[in-house]
């Protein structure tokens, strides 16, 4: 379990340039096969052996200089209530601003860690400009440069020594295979889970922001038991913009990092948008299964073609990752409702399984060997023996006496036949080349 940290602050005082120092280094080792850059508001750092869940709050604002200073007060107030703590930073070359202060005057009354970061301290005078930001009322702070680094690394050890300890989900026996329903406000999540929990004991209306908490039902199906879980209450703090794209990443962080396969439902009538872009690529990013659902599809108008081609339409917004399933529902109807839960059992089966080693070798061997890898300045490349990795998600080396030389095309033909031989349907795959 992750503690998640957000990046607060006004346009322009250099939160994405610390951000990107952030997530660099630990993004260089995960994304090896599809580097999908799509989002730049959200990664996995790690600092003094704790790792944590980073969001650039302010990757969601869209234009700088005149942004509602209202927009940014909800999006602190979110990161107040969502994150685990809160780093706010501040630029010394402007100094201390009426926003500034009044973003602090919200985090003062925070009870979670806050620290403040003064950044653009590129040299020793500005150490001590620096001090005026003691009047913000936060106490100690930090003097960085994002762009050289200097600095964060002290601010990294207190961000680590402050952050609570949370409690271990492993440590479950025998947990359940978590699906979670995520998408935008309004998809349809809690009809989804209504219809197929078969009472109403949640409340369905038309108006966003009235639901619950989020709520695990434990469901048993096909034999099956598993655990539903619903994030549609967790628009609760209704003092958001519905729409507001960071509102549904930021609330989504959480109940995805904790999935095991995520149902994201999107409006038929609505199509698939940036909002439900960037949920998928947060399940993705984590490695989680996915299944589509296009729910409400009792609202469209039909001929016989229009499913293949929406269907076709949301594959193109996902690609490179386009082997998810993706089923066209109604909760309403309760059309295909429990096509959509066999979808994510099979895709939870997909993700757990282990193809044995001398099988494994068998299939892609001969493969590899009609279609080696191109040779680069002379140098052929062999790979002589292949594996999947024993860990939680599906993870293949292929061993090799050059495997610098391998490069992108070659291991998206590599994941395209492994994807073509075995079933790893709704799954996010890692193939990585090692030396022999
Ligand atoms: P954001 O809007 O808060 O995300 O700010 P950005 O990260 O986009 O940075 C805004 C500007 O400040 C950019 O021109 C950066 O190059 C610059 N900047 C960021 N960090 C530093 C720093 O440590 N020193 C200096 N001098 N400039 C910086
Ligand atoms: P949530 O915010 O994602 O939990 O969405 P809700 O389950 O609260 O649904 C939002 C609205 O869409 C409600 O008015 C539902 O009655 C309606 N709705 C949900 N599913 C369907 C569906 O399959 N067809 C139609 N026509 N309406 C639906």
Not at 94 to 109: H, Q, S, W, Y
Not at 262 to 286: H, P, V, Y
Request: glycine residues 6%; aromatic residues 10%; hydrophobic residues 40%.
């Amino acid at each position: 379990m992750n503690n998640i940290v957000a990046i607060v602050g006004r346009p322009n005082v250099g939160k994405s340039t610390f951000f990107n120092r952030l997530i660099q280094r630990r993004d260089a080792i995960v994304d090896s096969v599809s580097g999908v850059t799509r989002d730049r508001n959200y990664g996995k750092s790690e600092w003094n052996g704790k790792q944590f869940s980073v969001i650039d709050t302010g990757g969601y604002i869209v234009g700088s200089d005149d942004v509602f200073e209202g927009e940014i007060r909800r999006q602190v107030q979110l990161a107040i209530d969502e994150a685990d703590a809160i780093i706010f930073v501040v630029d010394v070359e402007e100094g201390i601003t009426p926003m500034d202060m009044e973003v602090a005057n919200l985090l003062r009354k925070v009870e979670k860690p806050v620290l403040l970061a003064v950044n653009k301290v590129d040299n020793a005078m500005r150490v001590a400009d620096a001090v005026e930001f003691y009047s913000l009322g936060l106490g100690e702070y930090f003097t960085i440069a994002g762009m050289s680094g200097s600095g964060t690394g002290e601010l990294l050890d207190k961000l680590v020594e402050v952050l609570p300890e949370l409690p271990e989900a492993e440590e479950e026996e025998n947990p359940l295979p978590r699906f979670t329903v995520v998408g935008r406000p309004n998809a349809g999540k809690s009809s989804f889970i209504n219809a197929l929990i078969g009472e109403d004991r949640f409340v369905v209306t038309d108006i966003a922001g009235t639901t619950r908490d989020a709520i695990d039902t434990t469901y048993n199906r096909f034999g099956f038991e598993f655990k539903l879980v619903d994030t549609a209450g967790i628009r609760r703090k209704a003092k958001v913009k519905e729409d507001l794209e960071f509102y549904s990443v930021m609330r989504s962080v959480r109940a995805i990092e904790h999935a095991d396969v995520c149902i994201l439902m999107i409006d038929a009538t609505r199509g698939f948008e940036s909002q439900d872009q960037n949920i998928f690529w947060l399940a993705q990013k984590n490695r989680k299964g996915v299944v589509i659902l296009v729910n409400k599809w009792d609202l469209i108008e039909k001929d016989t073609m229009t499913a293949k081609q929406y269907e076709a339409k949301i594959r193109k917004e996902i690609e490179p990752f386009t082997d998810v399933p993706i089923l066209f529902v109604s909760a309403l109807t309760k059309q295909r409702l429990l096509k959509a839960l066999e979808a994510a059992v099979e895709v939870f089966e997909n993700r757990k399984q282990r193809i044995p080693t001398s099988k494994f070798n068998e299939m892609m061997l001969p493969i590899i060997e009609h279609t080696p890898p191109p040779a680069i300045k002379g140098k052929y490349i062999k790979i002589k023996y292949c594996m999947q990795l024993p860990t939680a998600t599906p993870q293949f080396v292929f061993f090799a006496n050059l495997p610098q030389y391998v490069k992108e095309p070659y291991k998206r033909f590599i994941e395209n036949k492994l994807r073509e031989n075995y079933n790893f349907s709704g799954v996010p795959i890692d193939i990585y080349f090692r030396q022999k």
